[in-house]
């Protein structure tokens, strides 16, 4: 086997390498971004609920102040109660006190479902609050650690990216060209073995003419089909 299959064959599988580890710190990358996401979705809603409770204290307030002109309506007529002679008004009066009344009864068991529906929204606030903050210490720590997994390996990739720089200077022009096209086509075998007579990477026949090509040894070449650098084994 001349030495130019061989320094192929070591830099294919240190592009090999070089995907394994780029495709591991896209994957950390999504990882962190993924997360991020799924924790902004939580914030959004935790924020929704406090805007819950806002507006039910709202609500409350509102009709709290109702409920107190009621009450002062109810006293205000119960002091005119007091100075009406005539019989008909006095009727009339005492309805519309009734009448008052039955609004302010009304107006308290509303209230009183409102401060029940308040506590439980502010249980589920607070919850949601605690659980919020552990999820954002899990996700700081998960960011620490993938970005340092990702520089770790961005600096083996650099030395990789070294190795292979070492290595292609030892061959020549058209082969560093080609095997550079096909790695940047993300051809994950630039280099493959004649096996029977066909190309192991498509399986194509290779004709007597490529493979006395090859057999010589003297130049690079290629399959004519898939356009992969071929080479034979010794024992050929
Ligand atoms: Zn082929």
């Known amino acids: ?102 609004d302010k009864s009304l107006l308290e068991d509303e209230i009183l479902i409102l401060m029940s529906q308040l506590e439980s929204t502010n249980e589920e606030y607070l919850k949601e609050t605690e659980k919020l903050k552990g999820d954002e210490e899990n996700l700081d720590e998960f960011v620490q650690r993938a970005n340092c997994d990702i520089q770790k390996v961005d600096a083996e990739i650099e030395s990789l990216r070294r190795d292979t720089l070492k290595y292609a200077d030892i061959l020549d022009e058209e082969t560093q060209n080609q095997f550079n096209r096909l790695t940047n086509a993300n051809e994950k075998s630039p280099i493959v073995e004649v096996i029977d007579n066909a190309c192991n990477g498509c399986s194509m026949n290779i004709s007597l003419q490529t493979l006395n090509l090859l057999m010589s040894g003297k130049n690079l070449t290629l399959c004519p089909s898939c356009q992969r650098i071929l080479f034979l084994n010794d024992h050929h």
């Open 1 to 102: 086997m001349n030495e130019r299959v061989d320094v192929l064959k070591r830099l294919q599988i240190i592009q090999k390498k070089i995907s394994e580890k780029t495709s591991f710190k896209d994957l950390q990358t999504k990882e962190i971004e993924k997360n991020k996401a799924l924790l902004q979705e939580k914030r959004a809603l935790t924020e929704k609920k406090h805007e819950q409770l806002k507006s039910l204290q709202k609500e409350i307030d509102k009709k709290d102040l109702d409920l107190k002109s009621d009450e002062e309506q109810i006293k205000k007529f119960n002091v005119q109660l007091n100075s009406i002679k005539n019989n008909k008004e006095y009727t009339a009066l005492r309805s519309e006190i009734g009448s008052k009344e039955a």
